[in-house]
C-alpha cells in the first residue's frame, strides 16, 4: 500500500511538472504572437502611409499630364509658333517692317 501511494505521489508529480511545461510553452507561444502582431501592425501602417503618398503621387502626376496635354494643344497653335519665331528667332513676315529701340 505504501509503495502504490509512491507511485501515485510521483505521478501527480509528473501530472504538475507537465501541466507547468505545457503552460510554459502556451504562454510563450501566445507571447510571441502577440509581438509578431505588433510587428505586423507597425508594417501595415507603414504600408498605408506609403499607399497615401503613392496615391498623392499619382494624383500629382495626373495633374501634370493633363497640363502637358494642354500645353501640346497650345503649342500646336499658329499665334504660338508666331510668337516663338518673333521672339526666339527673330522672323517677320516679308512685308513686315521692324522698328528697334536703342538702348
Sequence with gaps: MARRRRIAYRKRQQNRFSMFLVTLVVVFILVLVGVKSIELRD????????????????????????????????????????????????????????????K
Design 43 to 102: 508594417k501595415i501602417d507603414a504600408k498605408r502611409t506609403e499607399a497615401a503618398q503613392l496615391d498623392a503621387q499619382i494624383e500629382a502626376e495626373k495633374q501634370r499630364a493633363l497640363e502637358i496635354e494642354a500645353l501640346g494643344k497650345e503649342i500646336q497653335t499658329k499665334g504660338y509658333i508666331e510668337d516663338v519665331a518673333r521672339e526666339k528667332l527673330g522672323l517677320v513676315y516679308e512685308d513686315e517692317i521692324l522698328f528697334k529701340q536703342d
